[in-house]
T-cell receptor
């Protein structure tokens, strides 16, 4: 299995631009998670899905952030408009069955907003 | 606040020595997991210990769990340079939080193995 796939791996954009991060979970996994990691705040859960349905989005910082999972093999995290404080590494992870089984992380997307 | 808090925040030891990291948490759990993160990479699952287990081994890793003290420890024996990474504990609240089950990650211990 190729593991969790994220794209792009690096994104540099200007403040105010729209950013879309993409994730392909491991085939057969029913839960998908979006995390953000910074030195200051550590690893934060933004949102997670079970069977393509958003279960908990309480970690989404603002309305500028949105996430979708149109099918079992694809999810997006969108930031519109982006701000410098959104600069971070964004990880996607997937899990088999129950959401609290071991999670498999993607390589992350390093986002820099100037 | 973080459910899991690792201690110490940073640890440097000589290659070949044992490394011990601790994790404390606040609420009851179903299981506790340890993850490793190499610089610039995603987290990798290492081991899971259930609330009814006290100790678990996997290769050079030994994990203990004390639910009465709400704490866990991760021991890496005979450390190697490749063990240099950040280590995170993550807690699973279990069915008490049914319908909104999610892992909560700690702040991590940064381990450096000196060759």
């Amino acid at each position: 299995d190729a593991g969790v796939i994220q794209s792009p791996r690096h994104e540099v954009t200007e403040m105010g631009q729209e950013v879309t991060l993409r994730c392909k979970p491991i085939s057969g996994h029913n839960s998908l998670f979006w995390y953000r990691q910074t030195m200051m705040r550590g690893l934060e859960l933004l949102i997670y899905f079970n069977n393509n349905v958003p279960i908990d989005d309480s970690g989404m910082p603002e309305d500028r952030f949105s996430a979708k999972m149109p099918n079992a093999s694809f999810s997006t995290l969108k930031i519109q408009p982006s701000e410098p404080r959104d600069s971070a590494v964004y990880f996607c992870a997937s899990s088999l069955r129950r959401s609290t089984y071991e999670q498999y992380f993607g390589p992350g997307t390093r986002l820099t907003v100037t | 606040s973080q459910q899991g808090e690792e201690d110490p925040q940073a640890l440097s030891i000589q290659e070949g020595e044992n490394a011990t990291m601790n994790c404390s948490y606040k609420t009851s759990i179903n299981n506790l997991q340890w993850y490793r993160q190499n610089s610039g990479r995603g987290l990798v699952h290492l081991i899971l210990i259930r609330s009814n287990e006290r100790e678990k081994h996997s290769g050079r890793l030994r994990v203990t769990l004390d639910t009465s003290k709400k704490s866990s420890s991760l021991l890496i024996t005979a450390s190697r340079a490749a063990d240099t990474a950040s280590y995170f504990c993550a807690t699973d609240p279990g069915i008490s939080n049914f319908g909104n089950e999610k892992l909560t990650f700690g702040t991590g211990t940064r381990l450096t193995i000196i060759p």
